[in-house]
């Protein structure tokens, strides 16, 4: 004979009566599935789940159901949009007249092998990713956020480490005479020769993107986007081939953070799949020991633009 247990949860509030924005779970340990380059990967994920309680005669919601639902519906098929959302309605659909508003988050590391720059050598770069979903009042949104790490040459510095090499110059060869084309070379490898050089610093574009419902959940499409576009991706296996591609790199793309955030918004900007986004370039500088931030939006009204929250406040 099954004994009965008690259900302390249906039983009635005794308490203070309100309702509550959220109750739910943080912290949840959750392998998902995630599609990258064409095939399914299984990435450890921290998951928050949560729904509001609308009722304030109710003790609380059913947090165990929150928690199957994620084990049958996020580890055992590719995360989507469309996932994502069917998560959140059932989320509200097993809190019915307690719950009308869902929100589920999925932070994880997600790793890429990329190719050396010059080298036949290819090394692991992590970064981190977080999608997330909100359901309310019929109302869906999916966000994706990313964080690429890249390098910034300061252009202010290295114009004026040229002068100093100008300069340099001036000091070991005079105006007038005629100028030895081995001389000036071998002058030219030497630490005299280059006298100066622009201090540059590892950067981070962090970017969150809301997306289209239907919109691919396209990780390393965007990660590929933002390191083209910067030109100055930081490398995992190098050889001496490779730094020395790296510095000319670096001297081919200078900029302040303010080029690094304009440079990323007009690459987002004409994204089909983008709704809106909102990005935030962090220089961590060699020179100061502050660092140098510039924020950026798509503009769309009553989005990013309008949120105190992100316009560089936090990160």
């Not at 030109?231 to 670096?250: H, I």
């Amino acid at each position: 004979m099954t004994k009965h247990m008690p259900d302390i949860a249906c039983q009635p509030h005794q308490g203070p009566q309100a309702t509550l924005n959220w109750v739910g779970m943080s912290g949840i340990e959750l392998p998902v599935l995630i599609q990258s380059n064409h095939e399914t990967i299984r990435l450890s994920s921290h998951t928050q789940a949560y729904v509001n309680l609308i009722n304030p005669t109710s003790k609380g919601i059913h947090m165990s159901r929150l928690y199957l639902l994620l084990d049958q519906m996020a580890t055992q098929q590719t995360l989507t949009t469309e996932r994502v959302h069917e998560i959140l309605n059932r989320f509200i659909e097993s809190h019915q007249d307690l719950s009308d508003h869902a929100f589920v988050e999925f932070r994880f590391d997600y790793y890429e092998r990329r190719k050396s720059l010059k080298s036949d050598n290819a090394g692991w770069k992590h970064y981190p990713a977080t999608l997330r979903g909100e359901l309310k009042q019929g109302q869906f949104k999916c966000e994706v956020t990313l964080e690429v790490p890249y390098s910034s040459t300061c252009p202010c510095s290295a114009a004026l480490s040229r002068q100093l090499i100008q300069d340099a110059f001036e000091a070991k060869f005079n105006k007038d005479q005629t100028l030895d084309y081995e001389q000036v070379m071998q002058w030219l490898g030497t630490p005299e020769g280059i006298c100066a050089t622009p201090h540059s610093q590892r950067s981070y574009a962090q970017v969150k993107l809301h997306l289209k419902e239907g919109a691919a959940l396209d990780f390393l499409d965007w990660i590929n986007l933002i390191e083209d576009t910067l030109q100055t991706p930081v490398q995992a296996a190098v050889k001496r081939e490779d730094e020395q591609e790296f510095a000319r790199l670096n001297a081919s793309n200078l900029m302040f953070c303010e080029d690094a955030a304009r440079r990323l918004q007009a690459a987002f900007v004409n994204q089909p799949t983008v709704l809106d986004f909102w990005l935030r370039v962090n220089h961590l500088e060699s020179l100061h020991p502050h660092d140098a931030v510039a924020v950026a939006t798509k503009g769309v009204q009553n989005g990013y633009i309008d949120d105190p929250n992100l316009m560089g406040l936090i990160n």
